[in-house]
């Protein structure tokens, strides 16, 4: 038994882990590199929380602060988005009879993507995830843009993150180029692959900008080519508006198929969902300029900003609506299923964080409002709902479809389930406590506020540590199901027909925890019991 459990461990087991040959190896990978930063993400924003909640800190503790908020916000947006999108867009594929042919190249960029991200972050980045010039360039005796990495060292974390964003830009183009050679024939795509390419196609399109950003940086530290402050924003926003539609929209094709299915009814309009592809796919890339609102644009820019934001935001209604009537039309939604539980969840909660986002970049509302808690509240709060509940139905879906046999016991059922509700109950009002703090003046990423604000901050802290046990309960009790599972068998006996040979049958069930059982018995029956002239038949 030891050496079996060894085994495990071996060169060409490590090597199929590292590198996975096949689609369902490459969507675990990258679905266990977002689970690996989801964790990093979690801890540093307890740490942070940790510090909000006095409001009386010494400037010293300002330099730990930002740490953990850099650490946050580098590993959600540089490291858990990408990974997340790409797993789900992966998943998608192979629902829909498409499959990774170059699994090699997609293991090989997932590790250039990890390790230049890990890199970066080791110098402590200390200006804030967004990384706006001047400051993420400066190296002085006032302001380090690294911690750790001075001089040279600076443009060369520069480098590695832009190693790691056209690692996943290559990746992302792959899944595309992947998914047109492998569509089956004469058919069109399934609503959530349709989904899940076209948004390929968009992160492809956009995350290039980030890496042209990032190489500025490089060059301006170990060239010293100059940078425009403007011309670099530019390019940092046609990434970093849609970097947060990234997961969101390949998720709209997730609930767009799962809600029906748990409705027990086709979707309500099926056009109406193919044809929002466009709406939100060409809108997400015309709207990045709303995040220059406090910039001195002209008047007619910011109209166009305003009416682009309300198209965009009229493609996420229209996703609701169809969702929505899909839901009200049917006969009964069977919320009592894991995924069908965390699919609701994810649509109840997009719904509650999309109605702050509609005034958010409206003339003069967004100058008042865009440096406080009122935005950390409202995309937070889409965070929490859509994406991690909705990533989490897909992972439990995958955890389905990658066993077949598997499913969920009525203990597990019941613990997930109660774990999706804890997580999405404290956050969804951790949500809209934060955004009344924003209401209020509280300022985003400052360490030092009013005392006004310190029942606010306690008791976001003290539901934050409720929910991640909740988020911690489903997907560690689909976890351990899943790890134990193994058909159970029987044995039966018989005389055979017209024969004197025994005839051995084994049929297989659900609860078995021995993998080696069929070799054992196998052995010690046919040699021992009945003879080497015996036959075994294994039932499924």
Known sequence: MVSNYLSIFSASNIKKVL???????????????????????????????????????????????????????????????????????????????????????????????????????????????????????????????FLNYHGALMGIAYLALALSSLAQTIATVNLVSDAYATKPKGQKLGIFSAYGVAFAVIIALTLPALT?????????????????????????????????????????????????????RPLFSEKWARWNIYLLAIGSMLIWVHHLQTFPIPVPVRLWINLSTLVLASGSGLTVLNLGLTVLTSKGYNYKDPVGMATLMALIGFILGGVQAVPLPMFPINPIVHNTYYVVGHFHLVIWTLILMGFTAVFLDVLRTVRPGFDYSKSATRLIN?????????????GYLMSMEGYMG?????????????????????????????IVMAVGSALVEFLTYSPTTTVSVS??????????????????????????????????????????????
Do not use: C
Request: glycine share 10%; no cysteine.
């Open 19 to 145: 590198f996975p040959s096949t689609t369902s190896g490459v969507i675990w990978q990258y679905f266990a590199g977002s689970l690996a930063w989801l964790a990093v993400v979690g801890m540093a924003a307890m740490n942070l929380r940790t510090y909000l909640t006095y409001p009386s800190n010494s400037p010293e503790v300002g330099v730990t602060y930002y740490a953990f908020l850099t650490l946050h916000g580098w590993s959600a947006m540089l490291g858990l988005v990408p990974f997340a999108a790409i797993s789900v867009i992966a998943y998608s594929m192979y629902k829909d009879g498409m499959s990774i042919r170059r699994t090699k190249l997609m293991s090989g960029m997932f590790w250039l993507a990890n390790a230049g991200l890990i890199f970066a972050l080791l110098g402590g980045p200390d200006m804030g995830w967004y990384m706006y010039p001047p400051l993420a360039v400066e190296d002085n005796s006032n302001f380090h843009a």
């Open 418 to 430: 109660a774990g999706i509700l804890v997580w999405t109950i404290p956050f969804v009002i951790v």
């Open 212 to 264: 042209a950003g990032e190489l500025w940086y490089t060059l301006n530290i170990l060239a010293g080519v100059p940078i425009n402050t403007l011309l670099w924003l530019v390019l940092f926003w046609f990434y970093g508006h849609p970097v947060v539609y990234y997961v969101p929209f390949p998720l709209f094709g997730a609930l767009y198929y799962f809600v029906p299915k748990f409705s027990g």
């Open 495 to 540: 005389s055979g027909s017209g024969s004197s040979t025994p005839s051995i049958s084994l049929a297989t069930g659900q609860n078995d925890k021995k993998g080696e059982f069929f070799d054992n018995l196998k052995l010690k029956l046919n040699n021992s019991v009945y003879g080497k002239s015996s036959e075994l038949r294994r039932v499924r």
């Open 442 to 470: 509280m300022l985003r990423r400052v360490i030092a506020y009013p005392t006004t604000f310190y029942p606010y901050n306690l008791s976001i802290s003290l539901l934050a540590e409720i929910g991640i046990a909740g």
